[in-house]
């Protein structure tokens, strides 16, 4: 009679409200030794394994006692095409992109290769507990479809676009207003909302868009009110200062983009490392997201997003963390918390492990407007997570001798593991990635 449900039981850990602006122990749930139900892939109940036992006796139960559960890792921002060409040497952005990015995302006009790639891509962020992701395609609709197919395949939630491109890039790689338009407003009718995937706008940054073409994505907005809009902002200085020479008429990076239309409550912006106090209010003001990219912003050497401004209290930002992938260093977001603490720790700041537990999963998800479907355990959630081992090396395990199935742990005690697991965690922290329920298998 349950045949549909299913039972983890292990320790878990989840973020149920904001930590930047809440007290730690009204934001984070800890259940030391705890039971989680699954019916048809969503979550049915989290509680404490000796209040739930009695009352699913008939369920089967996966015993992770000696591990710690929580909500699948969401990434803001991440570029498939740029798996490939991680870690390339010696640039800063605009450099970078013509040595390095625009040659490679070149070869995905080629829909097999795109097919190939992505397959790569979406093994190597599942295997780093990676669930759902933000990302960019390229210029080729080709690829958009191709990533869509193989995350389509993999039952799994992700947002992505065909990338809106045409002026001061090379001509192999770019479209026009029109084109861009037909393409874009094809791909959203195809993908958006098929299964659980979701569209967004992309154009790539304001310097590789005529206002024309920015025009189009905010009439593509106007015409889909569901569909998001992503893309760059306030990334390096050198970028910052060409969009004030190329838009002389507009007060500000971002208000190239606000007169476009493309600034709201669907909006995610990558970096924003170089906004000014102004921009900061106003994208508070517009309820639009920023996806911090800690690797990355210190690769190409953009500098260090202050976090505490878009966290405060007078200007409060929705704001996830990105890899940045090929300009951010690891799929894994374990490793980027780790970078988003030293990015803190640079300018004074802290970033407690919960605060960084809230960004990596319902931070995430408030950004992407996703806070119904995912971010924690809470019921009706749809049942994405990770299976960490906090002592997945042998380090690990000295330093986190607290975890152990022995004893359940105190909230300062479980905030200190959690730290020790974000700093020296890497993919082999990630013991399981479940998506819907479901153990996710490699084949290789
Ligand atoms: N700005 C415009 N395009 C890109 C890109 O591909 N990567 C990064 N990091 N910044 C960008
Ligand atoms: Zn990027």
Known sequence: PNSTLQGFRASFLDAIADPFYMPESECIRYFGDGLLIVED???????????????YAEVDIADYRDRLIVSGFI???????????????????LEWLSTYTFPTERKFSDRQYAADIAEIFLDELLRNGTTTALVFTTVFPQSTDAFFEAAQRRNLRMIAGK?????????????TATSSYTETKQLIEKWHKCDRLLYAVTPRFAVTSSSEQLSVAGRLLQEFPDVYLHTHLSENVKEVAYIAEAFPESKGYLDVYDQAGLVGERSIFAHGVQLTDQEFARLAETKSAIAFCPTSNMFLGSGLFKIEKAKSVETPIKVGLGTDVGAGTSFSILRTACAAYQVAQLRSQKL??????????????????????LGNFETGKEADFVV?????????????????????????????????????????????????GELVKFNQ
């Open 41 to 55: 892939g969503k979550v049915k109940e989290i509680g404490n394994y000796a209040d739930l036992q009695a009352k």
């Open 75 to 93: 990434d803001t921002h991440i570029h498939f095409p740029q798996t490939e060409m991680i870690a390339s040497y010696g640039e800063q952005l």
């Open 163 to 175: 990338v809106l491109m045409d002026c001061h890039a090379p001509d192999y790689l770019t479209d």
């Open 352 to 373: 407690s492990p919960f605060q960084a537990l809230f960004l990596a999963t319902l931070g995430g998800a408030r950004a992407l407007c996703l806070e119904d479907q």
């Open 388 to 436: 960490l081992n906090p002592r997945s090396t042998a380090i690990m395990a000295l330093r986190n001798q607290l975890f152990n199935s022995n004893h359940p742990l105190t909230l300062p005690e479980v905030a200190d593991q959690l730290f020790a697991t974000l700093i020296m965690g890497d993919d082999r922290a990630i013991a399981a990635t479940y998506i819907m």
